[in-house]
């Protein structure tokens, strides 16, 4: 919540500004949805209970940006985020899958995103441990003796019972103080110099062999039939835990071991149960779902056909919208101040088409607006990761100068406009289209050609001028 505290809607406004074209109304219906969430966080006592998020409805053609205004927004605030088709839950039990699932998929990027913040701040720890087990291997004699963890009975039992035979679990890494400390003059003489030779990559090269660690692996697989948090109980998950760590050994080099290493004792280093924990309640508190397609599951109950399927699907996305627990195999989550993002096209349906008690639960709707060629001038050249400087830095891999100039981003932009009134409109996505077909040739040539190449307003005509005026070949090619 640190970068929500300090950027303000206007400021989160400015933010999207620098990756996405227009779409004002969108901008600062999002802002300020961010923006209440850290107002809500400030609030004390049973009232910060009490406010729920104001979910959002996006309305508009595919191309304008609804998903990235969303994916922006969560990268912006540092939030778990996961982005569904709402077609993906027709016909759950023979193509379809189940609606909470969407809740599990955003708790699995909650803990991805804690897990990565915890072995950055144990990075240093986990570096240096790596280098003296890298030095154990290049100076064994030089290495302090290690209890060993006796198996234990239960383990042992199991090990039996399944034909698993694993070996005794070695306790962590000594911290390098207390493992030189038992050390003779010598021995530390060596460790030290071979310290100093390991961070200067003296041995980086070399070929050391390594036992890696693997999660013991039982031959149980999921009671109950069903996938875990849905009933169902990952037993070869619940009881790897209680067994050692199975070793495997393979042959790399120095780098290769000592990146091996630091994550092995990263992760002995991060407490797992309060990565999960404090996953949870971001997933809860600051999760955005962006629900896709919305509009292909509009539809009223109709007696017969699809419509019944597509109404489902909106009962069933309704309770978790409206606020529910769900059984993840990380722990419950409640869903009532997940942040939803709906969006869709609505060509044929209407929002008005929704189930009454879904549309109630997307109170803000925004409708964005098609592309014009000037929009599509805007989106090729000024966003920070504009397309034409996309494809110029990658042609520069291969030593070819790509330079566009003003008359042909213009003529680029009036085609690809001229194709979406002619075909189907896929909006911004039609410039990566024109874009690789205009670059086909120079792409293919580069490694053996190279150079410089100008495009302008005669090269971009030269290159898609008969394809965009035939409307048949355009609208295959194109």
Do not use: C, W
């Not at 569904?84 to 990027?109: F, N, P, W």
């Amino acid at each position: 919540m640190s970068t929500l505290r300090e950027l303000t809607p206007r400021q989160i406004v400015a933010e999207l500004d620098r990756y996405i074209v227009g779409q004002g109304k969108a901008k600062r219906a999002v802002a300020i949805a961010m923006r209440n969430r850290y107002r809500r966080e400030q609030l004390a006592g049973e009232m910060r209970g009490e406010v729920i998020p104001k979910n959002i409805l996006m309305i508009g053609p595919t191309g304008v940006g609804k998903t990235e205004i969303a994916r922006r927004l969560a990268t912006l605030a540092g939030a778990p985020f996961v982005k569904v088709e709402a077609t993906k839950y027709t016909e759950v039990g023979y193509v379809g899958r189940d609606v909470e699932s969407m809740v599990r998929d955003l708790v699995e990027a909650a803990i991805r995103v804690v897990q990565d913040e915890r072995r950055a701040e144990v990075e240093q720890a986990a570096d240096a441990a790596a280098v003296e087990r890298v030095i154990d291997l290049l100076f064994p004699e030089t290495r302090a003796a290690t209890p060993q963890q006796p198996m234990t009975s239960f383990a042992s039992t199991l090990g039996s019972i399944f034909g698993n035979t694993f070996p005794q679990q070695a306790q962590p890494a000594a911290q390098p103080q207390a493992a030189t400390a038992a050390l003779g003059e010598d021995a530390r003489s060596v460790r030290e110099q071979a310290r100093t030779d390991v961070l200067r990559g003296f041995y980086d090269v070399r070929l050391v062999d390594v036992e890696v660690e693997e999660s013991a692996q039982l031959p149980i697989g999921v009671l109950g039939g069903m996938e875990p948090g849905m009933g169902g109980a990952d037993v070869g998950e619940m009881l790897g835990g209680l067994l050692p760590k199975k070793k495997t050994r393979k042959r790399m080099t120095v780098t290769d071991a000592r990146r091996v290493f630091a994550q092995e004792e990263a992760g002995k280093l991060i407490d797992m149960d309060a990565v999960k924990r404090e996953a949870l309640r971001r997933a809860g508190d600051n999760g955005i779902i962006f629900i896709d397609e919305i509009d292909k599951v509009a539809g009223r109950e109709g007696g017969r056909g699809p419509d019944i399927s597509r109404e489902g699907v909106q009962r069933d996305i309704l309770p978790i919208v409206e606020g529910s627990t769900v059984a993840t195999k990380y722990g419950s989550i409640k869903t009532d101040h997940i942040l939803f993002i709906a969006a869709g096209a609505f060509h044929i349906s209407k929002p008005s088409d929704l189930i009454p008690e879904l549309q109630g639960r997307f109170p803000i709707r925004v409708e964005l607006d098609s592309l014009t060629a000037e929009d599509f001038k805007t989106i090729l050249t000024q966003p920070r990761n504009a397309l034409t400087e996309q494809y110029r830095q990658l042609l520069a891999v291969e030593g070819v100068t790509i330079e566009f100039l003003p008359d042909g981003v213009e003529q680029l932009a009036a085609y690809a406009m001229q194709v979406n009134d002619q075909s189907e409109n896929i909006g911004a996505r039609r410039l990566h289209t024109v874009l690789e077909r205009l670059l086909e040739d120079v792409s293919y040539a580069a490694p053996e050609e190279g150079g410089t190449v100008r495009i302008d307003a005669e090269y971009v005509r030269s290159k898609l001028g008969d394809i965009v005026r035939d409307a048949n070949l355009s609208t295959y090619i194109l």
